[in-house]
Each structure stands twice: as structure tokens, then as C-alpha cells.
């Protein structure tokens, strides 16, 4: 192991750090704001509304995130019309870019996840939330999503944990995140397991790091569903 390279390296490896941070977490933002109300759409009895929001997810889950980063960022640079566009401002931009297509991937996936806790919602819990005049919106924002989104955090953070994992992709636009410090690292010094391997130590960190967190929100805000201990044994 050349130490040294790596040692020096540091600086690069923060740099690219901070790039698949910032990335992950305006994508996770985006992409959450963007599933609520699709998930709720999801659900919806009405025809006219569920579908439309079952094929944009069908699609998304349907095709690879990168043929999707690629579709985006130079796909639809082959268009003129596009490229006319007021649009092309930011279709150009490699962070837009990769913004756009892993929140639309993200969303997809959570939108399912948000909508299958909407469905998992018991039949009592609806009823005693109607019986206290909740009904419509009140009955969304009030009961149905907070305890909806508490049941989703197990599946959720496997999402989140899975598009960190994907940011990875984001340097095949040009992004300097840690996988194109890595190969930049390898393509300069021409060694491979210090290059990424520091980058694998960084993606386990980070990994770590989430789950660790959202096993704390699910200690919170799961715990009525943890098995009691100590209860009185029935003769």
C-alpha cells in the first residue's frame, strides 16, 4: 500500500465527498416532497388519477438509472428545439442534470413505498379517525401520512442506502464526486486498490453512517410496534 499517495490524495477524496453529499441530499429532498402527494394520488380510488402516476412509476422503476442520467443530459441535447428552448439554461448543466434524473428515479421508487404503506393503513385506524370528524385532507395530514410514513422508514432507508449507492454514476456527467476522484487518483498514479479503495472505505462509512441513522428513527418512531418484554404470562 502506498500510504503516502493516499495521504495526499485526502484533500480530493473530501472534495469529492462533498459533491455526492450535496447531491444525495437535494435529490432525497426533492424526490420526497415530489412522492407525498403522488402517493396519495397512487391510492386514489378515482382512475383518472392513480393511473397516471402508476405508468410515471412503472417506466422509472422500469429503465436503469444511468440510461436515464443519459437520456437527460445528452439525449435531449440532440434536439434542437431543445436547445432553443429556455430550457436548454439548465439541460446543460451536468449538476441540473443529475439533480433531475435521480430525483425522478428516487421519486418513483418512493412514491411505491409511500403508497404500499398507504394501502398497509388498517381498516379500525380509518374508521376511529372518521369517527373524530376527520375526513379529506384532515384525515391525510393528520393520520393517514404520519403514521404511514413512520410504517415506510424501514423501506425508505433501503432507498435512500440504494441512491447514495447510485451517485456513483453521477461522474459518467462529468460530476467530481468519489468514484471520479478515485479514477482520477488511478489514472494518475495507476494504482488501483488505493484509488478505490479508499473511495470503498468512504461509501462504507457512509452507508454505516444512514442506517445506523435510520435504525435510530425507527427506535423512535416504530417503537409501539417492537415486541413488549416482560409481559405477564397468561395460565
Known amino acids: 500500500m502506498e500510504w503516502q499517495v493516499v495521504l495526499d490524495s485526502l484533500p480530493l477524496y473530501v472534495g469529492g465527498l462533498r459533491t455526492t453529499l450535496v447531491l444525495l441530499g437535494i435529490s432525497l429532498a426533492s424526490s420526497f416532497v415530489l412522492a407525498v402527494p403522488l402517493a396519495v394520488a397512487r391510492v386514489s380510488p378515482r382512475f383518472w ?7 410515471f412509476t412503472y417506466v422509472l422503476r422500469g429503465t436503469p438509472l444511468l440510461v436515464q ?10 434536439f434542437e ?7 436548454w439554461v ?25 403508497a404500499g404503506a398507504l394501502k398497509a393503513t388498517s381498516v379500525g385506524e380509518i374508521e376511529a379517525a372518521r369517527s373524530y370528524g376527520l375526513h379529506g385532507i384532515k384525515l391525510y395530514t393528520q393520520i393517514l401520512l404520519p ?22 454514476i453521477a461522474s459518467t456527467v462529468t460530476l467530481v464526486d468519489i468514484t471520479r ?3 482520477d487518483v488511478n489514472a494518475t498514479y495507476l494504482l488501483v486498490t488505493e484509488s478505490f479503495g479508499v473511495a470503498a472505505v468512504i461509501y462504507f462509512v457512509l452507508t454505516f453512517s ?5 435504525k435510530l428513527l ?16 397468561p395460565r
Not at 388519477?49 to 405508468?55: A, D, H, I, Q, T
Not at 428545439?81 to 430550457?87: D, G, I, L, W
Not at 439548465?90 to 412514491?111: D, E, G
Open 81 to 87: 428545439a431543445v436547445r432553443e428552448s429556455v430550457a
Open 210 to 214: 444512514l442506517v445506523g441513522l435510520f
Open 147 to 168: 403514521s404511514a410514513l413512520r410504517r415506510a422508514l424501514p423501506q425508505y432507508s433501503n432507498e435512500v442506502v440504494g441512491l447514495m449507492h447510485a451517485t456513483a
Open 69 to 78: 442520467l443519459f437520456i437527460i443530459y445528452h439525449g435531449l441535447a440532440q
Open 49 to 55: 388519477v392513480s393511473r397516471p402516476v402508476w405508468f
Open 90 to 114: 439548465l439541460l446543460k448543466n451536468a449538476w441540473f442534470c443529475a439533480w433531475l434524473a435521480f430525483t425522478l428515479n428516487s421519486t418513483a421508487y418512493t412514491t411505491e413505498i409511500f
Open 181 to 183: 476522484v478515485a479514477r
Open 218 to 233: 425507527e427506535r423512535r418512531f416504530l417503537r409501539h410496534l417492537q415486541p413488549q418484554k416482560n409481559l405477564p404470562v
